[in-house]
């Protein structure tokens, strides 16, 4: 059973940083794409970041870039969300997702291209 588990997230003044841990389960997640997605309240769930299965390809949102960098380490089967100069619009829910299939160079950005979604984490920017 695939199961993905998100932590990291919590509360933080506007300009500083969080790093959001995804660790996975139930298989090895080396070769399969993640990514990052956020939704916060009253608005649909957005794309932030991905990576590719051999995490040579990263794809950002225009919102977030120069801000987030996301990575994975193969040998603790899990992916970060390194988020820098962290602003009030960046409040949300934060889920990482991942894909039935192997893809060593593919990059998914869209929520209904992902098969296993974790329960997510709250990040909350104060101005």
């Known amino acids: 059973q695939v199961q993905l588990v998100e932590s990291g997230g919590g509360l933080v003044q506007a300009g500083g940083s969080l790093r959001l841990s995804c660790a996975a389960s139930?298989?090895?997640?080396?070769?399969?794409?993640m990514g990052w997605f956020r939704q916060a309240p009253g608005k649909e769930r957005e794309f932030v970041a991905a990576?590719?299965?051999?995490?040579?390809?990263?794809k950002y949102a225009d919102s977030v870039k120069g801000r987030f960098t996301i990575s994975r380490d193969k040998d603790k089967n899990t992916v970060y969300l390194q988020m820098n100069s962290l602003k009030p619009e960046d409040t949300a829910v934060y889920y990482c997702?991942?894909?039935?299939?192997?893809?060593?160079?593919?990059?998914?950005?869209?929520?209904?291209?992902?098969?296993?979604w974790g329960q997510g984490t709250q990040v909350t920017v104060s101005s």
């Open positions: 997702a991942t894909v039935q299939l192997i893809g060593a160079i593919a990059i998914f950005s869209r929520a209904g291209q992902y098969d296993y």
């Open positions: 139930g298989r090895t997640f080396n070769m399969y794409p």
């Open positions: 990576v590719s299965g051999s995490g040579g390809n990263t």
